[in-house]
């Protein structure tokens, strides 16, 4: 048998990386495996190792190798990066960090943490005896001083962050947080592999919510957890495998076809965002306008350097203080009232009242006046005139 060839190009490794076709009938996609248990060649006679399909799921393994070939084809080819599905982007932040922190020990998470995040960490972990402190990652001093070497077991990284897409410093910070001994976590959700792959740039583990940009068509919770050390990824398969918190086969089938198309959607996402923010910049009822590709924007120059172009997000104030803000998200017709994000369809919400909600009088609070918007693939021109008439 000669070697498969390994793909690396972004577009072509989507349809490919964990994709061959099917042993069994030629099937060109992965089938959904719909079944809990395999039958055994004899005691301990396993066929392709399957088992059990909280352990092992052939269409659960696809979608694993597909999102360790995105963030990281040759680590990926190679064998030594590994990609594991979850039920939820926090069913896997809470296996990761069961599994590579312990009691007594400490995270620096971003001051901007997505809520649930901050939740899991203020609520839940802290509870087994987790601590965590809050900094302003677009500060590499303020991340320094809150690491303390030899506790602190992670930096947590979002970038850019939600919903104020502040863009952050991969590189620099997995050196900071290396010196001190911790690993360096990175949320990757709001970029998606297509526009950043952190484990190139020193990350040890990336996160995904594939809920987002990954699914891409707000039809299925998931999460993700892409590691580069064979080591550090063996820990996390067996939480994955001991806490259970396990991707479906149903829902891996979707997530993989999700992914097929990334590439091609980003594009998109970022061609759209481009025009409203333009637009949004000259409107006279907007304050400011949050979006990392905008020249004046503080992570502008590092976006650039880190990501291939500037996400499908974008926040802006507007004049009129909270109320004019929420009128804007009930008057919008075309952009859906919703939460979540990185869907096909445009969605418009109100962080302080909806999404962020929960983080209220914390340092987490954000401006009242804000709206986001996640930027889908309709015509861009209905997006805008619709934006128009929800501004007034
Ligand atoms: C949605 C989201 C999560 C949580 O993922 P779920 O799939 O909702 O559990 C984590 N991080 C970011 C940045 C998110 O947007």
């Not at 060839?5 to 964990?18: D, I, M, N």
């Not at 922190?101 to 001051?111: F, Q, R, S, T, Y």
């Not at 998931?222 to 829902?251: C, T, W």
């Not at 959607?265 to 637009?279: G, P, Q, W």
């Amino acid at each position: 048998m000669t070697e498969p060839p390994v793909w690396t190009r972004f577009e072509t490794v989507a349809l490919h990386a964990g994709q061959e076709p099917d042993a069994a009938t030629g099937s060109v996609v992965p089938p959904i495996y719909q079944v809990s248990t395999y039958k055994q060649d004899g005691v301990g006679g396993l066929r392709g190792g399957y088992e059990y399909s909280r352990s092992g799921n052939p269409t659960r393994d696809a979608l694993q190798a597909c999102l360790a070939a995105l963030e990281d084809p040759l680590g990926a080819a190679a064998g030594t990066t590994r990609g594991m599905a979850f039920a939820s982007g926090l069913a896997a932040e809470d296996t990761l960090l069961r599994a590579v922190c312990a009691p007594g020990g400490h995270a620096v998470i971003p001051d901007d943490a997505y809520g649930g995040t901050y939740r899991l960490f203020a609520k839940v972990l802290a509870r087994w005896g987790l601590d965590h402190t809050p900094a302003r990652l677009t500060d590499l001093d303020a991340v320094a001083a809150a690491i303390e070497p030899g506790r602190t077991n992670v930096v947590w990284v979002e970038t850019p962050t939600n919903p104020l897409l502040r863009v952050a410093d991969i590189a620099a910070i997995a050196e900071v947080a290396h010196a001190a001994g911790a690993l360096l976590v990175v949320d990757n959700t709001f970029a998606s592999p297509y526009l950043q792959q952190p484990l190139l740039l020193g990350a040890d583990i990336v996160v995904h919510s594939t809920t987002k940009y990954l699914g891409g068509h707000s039809d299925v919770i998931g999460g993700a957890l892409v590691a580069r050390d064979p080591e550090i990824a063996e820990k996390l398969a067996y939480h994955q495998n001991a806490m259970g918190a396990v991707a479906g086969p149903f829902d891996s089938w979707l997530v993989l076809r999700g992914a097929k198309t990334l590439a091609v959607r980003m594009d998109r996402h970022c061609a759209n965002a481009k025009v409203i923010v333009e637009m949004l910049l000259a409107h006279p009822k907007v304050i400011e306008v949050f979006y990392p590709g905008i020249e004046g924007h503080d992570g502008y120059s590092l976006a650039r350097k880190q990501m291939r172009d500037f996400g499908g997000m974008v926040s802006f104030r507007v004049s009129g203080g909270e109320s004019a803000a929420v009128e804007v998200c009930n008057r919008a017709r075309l952009f859906t009232l919703g939460e979540s994000l990185g869907g096909v369809e445009s969605l418009i919400e109100h962080p302080g009242r909806m999404t962020h909600a929960s983080v209220a009088g914390t340092p987490l609070e954000v401006p009242a006046d804000l709206v986001r918007l996640s930027v889908g693939l309709e015509h861009v021109d209905d997006l805008i005139a619709d934006l128009s008439q929800a501004l007034g």
